[in-house]
């Protein structure tokens, strides 16, 4: 078993541009796609995660400090710093729960399959850190190892139920027929859209309101470009942050380049991954009935859309100033800012690309984000001083997960800890899955407009 694991540790430890890969060539391989066809999807989904991961980087090291800069030029007087995913991953795969996490993972992967309570086959290993981090803060919470299994296994059964629920979102809107997208902030926090959507939709006067790139395109002709939008958005930060002109200028040319290259090197993956995916699908459906396998794969996917990266990118200032005005919070947005798309994606399109729609379902799920992760300091802090990268007196909390209400459900519920803000959220966080899942199974979740008309 140790040997297993430490293998296990080993692949985890190569980072999910080696890992996809690696999982990508084995699966080739035993849905008998042959050597070198699989060796060339996999290595296709590397160079994809490569160039997200370049893209991303460039809007760590400049949104980044951007963001910061812009709080504390408007005194935002917030003292526990976002990690965002970035720091807060390690913190899950340190932990007691973070290796065995994948294997419940995937037996629980299996078990669904096998029961036919869902069709999506789980490749996207590295986000299984997700379900670590609720395992380990759920041990946190209730002291219980036993427990923290528990929380992993309920929030892999769930991932796996939201890759099904949003399926006519993703193959129609995304276009990305046969893959699930079942993990992250996108697919958990998602589940507010619909409501949002169907409320605005009986507004007389709101519900023709309908704001998007190619909209604004028409309209004002360059301005609305995609790569304009990200430009200018860029320039506003900067200006905003206090930036020279010249520096401002820098951050927009910069803003231009995510907006153009995302698209393109989310290709990539979708190159390596589709003949994976064919070939996953022919080999199961000759073994099982009913088959239609969706293959699990990482939001980063969703970031190829011009409108999810243009709200992501209005989100940068919004969600500080919601930041600021949430009861009580400590919390300033920061590892997660230059990534909020994430948090969108899947609220752009139920909205279908509907700019104002999405804003106003980002500002419900950014401020119940916060206000939870301001509540899971205290845990976060105890995982992060367990795992040695917390260092004592320091207070640190995340945006991505740690103000998941999946996870914060599991560890006050399992520890029998029910104050009014866990009761609140349940409540709200249960009634927004049950209307998006009833929406989903009466084929009204997504409604194209071809269909409409």
Known sequence: MGIILDFIQYIVDLGAAVMLPIIIFILGLFFRQGIGKSLKSGLTIGVGFIGIGLVVDLLNQNLGPAAQAMAERFNVQLSVVDLGWPGTAPFAWGSDLGLIAIPVAIIVNIIMLVTKTTKVVNVDIWNIWHMAFTGAIVQVATGSFWLGIVGVAVHAAITYKLGDMYKPVVDEYFGLEGVAIPHGTSAYMGVFAKPIDDLLELIPGVNKINIDTETLE?????????????????????????????????????????????????????????????????????????????????????????????????????????????????????????????????????????????????SVIMYITIWISNQMIGLQTALGEQVGLVSEGTRVSSLDQAGSPITYILANGLNGHF???????????????????????????????????
């Open 218 to 362: 028409e309209k004002i002709g360059v301005l609305g470009d995609p790569t304009v939008i990200g430009a200018l958005l860029g320039l506003i930060i900067g200006l905003l942050a206090g930036y020279t002109v010249p520096d401002s200028l820098m951050l927009a040319v910069q803003m231009a380049a995510v907006m153009l290259l995302m698209p393109m090197v989310v290709k990539f993956i979708m190159q390596g991954l589709l003949p994976i995916s064919d070939a996953a699908k022919t080999y199961l459906n000759k073994r099982f009935t009913d088959g239609e396998f969706l293959i699990g794969m990482d939001p980063a996917l969703l970031l190829g859309d011009p409108q999810v990266i243009s709200t992501g990118l209005l989100f940068i200032p919004l969600t500080i100033l919601i930041a600021a005005i949430v009861p009580g919070n400590e919390v300033l947005p920061f590892g997660d800012l230059a990534t909020i798309s994430f948090f969108i994606a899947m609220a752009v399109a139920i909205h279908k690309g509907n700019i104002f729609r999405s804003l106003i379902s980002g």
């Open 419 to 453: 104050p009014m803000g866990v009761l609140i959220i349940f409540i709200v966080y249960v009634l927004a899955v049950g209307y998006t899942y009833i929406s989903a199974k009466r084929g009204k979740l997504y409604v194209s407009d071809e269909v409409e008309l």
